[in-house]
């Protein structure tokens, strides 16, 4: 239940003179029901938070079963562990981070981070990969050339310019530079 329903529950329960009319009572019990409703306005509601896509997704995997998937971590990160290897970039962020907090405020609400977007140019040629279904296949073409790929062609994540060829990664270049 959010701040909004809460005050909208209680001022329903106030008695109404319309009816019938108030006693002392009745009075006595509509003053401290406003009294409540101050109290309650001048609550913080609890801010959304911004997670990256990777701890969304993981969240939304074991959103289920929560407590044991965070035990489960925190259990897997008492033992010494190498974090250039073997490890998904969720599993990076949370042993990094100990950012338990985290996860169980997403149970609130969250919202997931705009990843940044890239363009790779080299030689005033444009990077654009041809699917968006895992392949690496990719080609570059001039700038008039763009308008006919979407953007989602030519303006990429470090992750997907990365996974297309790891060389390319140096010409990216900010689209919010470009």
Known sequence: MNKQEVIQKISDSKFCSKTIPLTYQSECFNQGVDAALKIIS??????????????????????????FA??????????????CEGLTDFEK????????????RMVDGYEVEEELKYEVIIADRYLVKLFNDGRTDHRFVCR????SWHSSAYK?????????DE????FAVSVEKV
């Open 42 to 67: 001048k609550l913080d509601e609890p801010q959304i938070i911004k997670v990256p896509a990777f701890v969304a997704e993981w969240f939304e995997e074991n959103e289920h079963n929560l407590n």
């Open 70 to 83: 965070i035990f489960e971590l925190c259990e897997a990160g008492k033992a010494p562990v190498d974090l």
């Open 93 to 104: 962020w949370f042993y990094l981070n100990q950012d338990i907090e985290t996860l169980v």
């Open 144 to 147: 008039a050339e763009l308008e």
């Open 156 to 164: 990429l994540t470090e992750q997907e310019i990365k996974f297309i």
């Open 167 to 170: 060389r390319y990664w140096q």
